[in-house]
């Protein structure tokens, strides 16, 4: 079988280039595939017209083409930093929402709301008196003369307030 004029490059050739591209690239990979493309690309120079010197123009070839895989590796190692370094300040963010988030205060707004419309819910005199034993800090005796009513009506009231409460409330207690 006769050598063609590409394996007659390759032969001669690819050892010394793989070896000077790979000190460059670092990969045997690319290396490889850098060299082949280059030594494809002198074969299809020298195929058309003879050249002086081929192993200069094989260099410069394998040269530009891993200067070009260098450029492009620096381009896409600096997108992965930044991607790395947004996805790492989204994860402190996430971590420090996180940390700041009082599930007390947030079942606080809950229960808030429960009481307002568990009261809302009441007869207007029910729930005016629990609000004036509770949150107005009156007397059983206080609130019976406010309402006219006698202090045993006034424990019943609080008592049906607090026993509907227990109930709405009954997740959080």
């Known amino acids: ?24 690239v670092q990969d045997e990979m690319v290396a490889e595939d850098l060299v082949c493309d280059s030594l494809v690309k002198l074969w299809q120079l020298t195929r058309d017209e003879e050249q002086d010197n081929p192993e200069a123009i094989l ?38 929402t996180l940390e700041a988030c009082n599930p007390n205060e947030m079942f606080l707004l809950e229960i808030k709301e429960i009481i307002r419309k568990t009261l809302d819910s009441l007869p207007r005199q029910t729930s005016s008196i629990f609000k004036m034993s509770r949150f107005g800090e009156y007397s059983v ?25 227990r109930e709405k409330l009954k997740d959080y207690l």
Request: aromatic share 10%; charged share 30%; net charge positive.
């Open 59 to 96: 260099l410069t070839i394998l040269k530009n083409k891993a200067l070009d895989y260098l450029k492009h590796e620096a381009v896409r190692k600096s997108v992965e930093e930044i991607l790395v370094e947004a996805y790492r300040n989204e994860l402190n963010l996430r971590i420090s």
């Open 141 to 165: 005796k206080e609130i019976a003369l406010k309402h006219g009513i006698t202090p045993k009506a006034v424990e019943y009231h609080i008592t049906r307030s607090l026993k509907l409460l």
């Open 1 to 24: 079988m006769k050598e063609t004029g590409f394996d007659k490059l390759y032969n001669i050739w690819y050892r010394k280039s793989l070896a000077f591209a790979k000190s460059y």
